[in-house]
């Protein structure tokens, strides 16, 4: 796994980490570690295709591909295409997009993945 700093406000730091900071044990599924030690799944949640579409700025950017949802925008000033490749997608189905991309970079996806295409198969709760 890999851990993943973040700002945590009202909770003390873990270890040597400032206190304005906690860390987040990510394991190689996607899944996080609880404080018990116990790896939570993540379950995902269904959107709507209307949802979805209303995600469709530089601030608030998701696409999706294959029934998957992905909040990429974190990713816009980090991807390799540039900002428009991503912004000119946002709220739209990327799957072709997808298909372009090595096994890799596809892998890789999944650390955006937010949800699923409601109507398009897996679990909508969230644990």
């Known amino acids: 796994g890999k851990e993943v700093k973040g700002r945590n406000k009202g909770r003390e730091g873990v270890g040597s980490a400032p206190e304005n900071y906690f860390l987040v044990l990510i394991t190689r599924e996607g899944n996080q570690m609880g404080e018990d030690g116990v790896e939570k799944k993540k379950v995902m949640v269904e959107y709507s295709l209307e949802e979805i579409r209303k995600h469709n700025l530089e601030t608030d950017c998701w696409i999706m591909a294959y029934g998957k949802v992905y909040d990429v925008t974190r990713l816009i000033s ?30 890789d996806w999944s650390v955006y993945q937010i949800g699923r295409v409601e109507g398009q198969g897996g679990s909508c709760a969230i644990m």
Do not use: V
């Open 78 to 107: 980090n991807h390799p295409g540039g900002k428009k490749a991503l912004i000119s997608h946002a709220g739209k189905d990327c799957t072709k997009d997808f298909d372009f991309h090595s096994r890799k970079a596809q892998a």
